[in-house]
């Protein structure tokens, strides 16, 4: 069984920058694709960005150069680098752990709110 806790989200003026971190239990971070997902009010969950076994990641469109996954196998975490926020970015960020992208399931964390805003 896979645990994953969220860390580091927070209120932050536009234009700054947060880094989120999601520690893994139960198994090893490089073991698994590795996904931020986000969630605003109303909206879908959509999927910010992953990194398959430590290694090749893929951003999503709209944060593309602005922010950045990766994995740290020392401390088992895989983090989220967010610069130049942008109100639109406010969401519930969840980390999210699968062991291949046709795999029947897969583990979620609880969440860390982000919230960009003068």
């Known amino acids: 069984q896979v645990h994953l806790v969220e860390s580091g989200g927070g209120l932050v003026q536009p234009g700054g920058s947060l880094r989120l971190s999601c520690a893994v239990s139960?198994?090893?971070?490089?073991?698994?694709?590795m996904a931020w997902y986000r969630q605003a009010p109303g909206k879908v969950r959509e999927l910010v960005a992953d990194?398959?076994?430590?290694?090749?990641?893929n951003i999503r469109d709209s944060v593309k150069g602005r922010f950045t996954i990766s994995t740290d196998s020392a401390t088992n975490t895989v983090s989220l680098h967010m610069d130049r926020l942008q109100p639109e970015d406010t969401a519930v960020y969840l980390c999210?752990?699968?062991?291949?992208?046709?795999?029947?399931?897969?583990?979620w964390g609880q969440g860390t709110q982000v919230t960009v805003s003068s």
């Open positions: 999210n752990a699968k062991k291949s992208y046709f795999a029947a399931n897969s583990y």
């Open positions: 139960g198994s090893a971070v490089n073991d698994y694709i």
């Open positions: 990194i398959i076994n430590g290694g090749h990641s």
